[in-house]
């Protein structure tokens, strides 16, 4: 069974940072693209950041310049660094990966539980 644990998440006031942590754990073979997606109430979830294995990045255009996503694949492991959060930043952020359990097989798409951040004053 693979498990997607994501921290990080929390209060900060506009302008602040936060980091956003998601660990990938259980049997698994490889990891292809990992990332990041948030949701805000009333509104669809969108892509915030993707990473390949290789270390290729693809921004969301509203986060471009001050988020940035990195991952340790030793770890199995996936950040999302995020300076100068404004309220519009407010959100459910959900990270996913691509992963195979076994060689040979099809990367399946998993998703961690969901950590809120809000920006306020």
């Known amino acids: 069974q693979v498990q997607l644990v994501e921290s990080g998440g929390g209060l900060v006031q506009p302008g602040g940072s936060l980091r956003l942590s998601c660990a990938a754990s259980g049997s698994i073979f490889s990891i292809y693209a990992m990332g990041w997606y948030r949701q805000a109430p009333g509104k669809q979830r969108e892509l915030v950041a993707t990473i390949t294995s290789g270390g290729s990045t693809n921004y969301a255009d509203s986060v471009k310049g001050r988020f940035t996503i990195s991952r340790d694949n030793a770890e199995n492991t996936v950040y999302l660094q995020m300076n100068s959060l404004t309220p519009e930043d407010t959100a459910a952020y959900f990270c996913?990966?691509?992963?195979?359990?076994?060689?040979?097989?099809?990367?399946?798409?998993?998703w961690g539980q969901g950590t809120q951040v809000t920006v306020s004053s």
């Open positions: 996913y990966a691509d992963i195979a359990l076994l060689e040979g097989w099809v990367p399946a798409n998993y």
